[in-house]
């Protein structure tokens, strides 16, 4: 599983699990807020998703990347990182699993993809748009790494907006799930029995929310 991971965040992932030893997951961190989009028709037509990465991963991630000014990068010089990122992002569903009224929604490829580098993170944004606009009565969207090697938390203070939401729309953000002593157990486990990517283990600890329209 490492070695998949490796291709999704470019060698930075391979060379932070060897830097920290291997002793543990997760071994990327991300701090997420997503925009659920709403067309005229109040039908969700996608989502826009904000990863802000952990300072150790992002100075990885930029080593090597050509740039004008020290300590700063522009959206130009980062548009080929942001590209690797979207474009291997596709192999894991993007981390991101809807539902509408408890059916999966197909997923296009992302769209308004950039990377910024400020304070000092990397922040990777793009769109994810739906195959089909939906309008569910029950829309629930979960973010989470079914192997954990990333671990995804959500925004303080802002983690999930409505952009031309029904009026009638209600938000749910649901707290995220804190580990009982087994599960802990069986994080520290990870690195010698790791998750596949069908296993159901990193679902119990998904970022969710769920958006309820009568």
């Given amino acids: ?9 470019p060698a930075a992932v391979w060379l932070i699990a060897i830097s920290s030893g291997a002793s543990a997951h997760p071994h990327v961190w991300v701090t ?11 039908q969700v ?55 509408a009224d408890g059916k999966k929604v197909p997923l296009l490829d992302p769209t308004d993809y950039w990377m910024e580098y400020k304070d000092p993170a990397l922040t990777l944004h793009f769109v994810l748009p739906f ?10 969207v979960e973010i989470y790494d079914p192997t954990i090697f ?22 749910q953000v649901d707290t ?12 520290g486990q990870l690195d010698a029995a790791p998750l596949d990517p069908f296993s159901s283990f990193g679902e119990i600890f998904a970022n969710k929310f769920v958006v309820n329209c009568p």
């Avoid at 599983?1 to 965040?9: G, I, T, Y």
């Avoid at 995220?176 to 994080?187: C, F, I, K, M, V």
């Fill in 45 to 99: 037509t996608g989502l826009r998703h904000a990863w802000t990465f952990d300072e150790m991963f992002s100075a990885y991630a930029i080593q090597g990347i050509d740039h004008k000014e020290k300590g700063l990068f522009t959206r130009e010089e980062l548009s080929g990182l942001a590209e690797v990122n979207v474009t291997s992002l596709k192999e894991f569903d993007y981390f991101t699993f809807p539902r």
């Fill in 131 to 140: 195959k089909t606009p939906v309008a569910a009565r029950r829309l629930q």
């Fill in 150 to 171: 990333v671990d995804f938390e959500p925004a303080k203070d802002t983690p999930v907006s409505m952009v031309n939401a029904p009026a009638s729309c209600q938000l």
């Fill in 1 to 9: 599983m490492k070695h998949l991971l490796s291709s999704l965040f």
């Fill in 176 to 187: 995220p799930h804190t580990p009982t002593a087994g599960e802990q157990l069986r994080l």
């Fill in 32 to 42: 997420n807020h997503t925009d659920v989009i709403y067309d005229a028709k109040g």
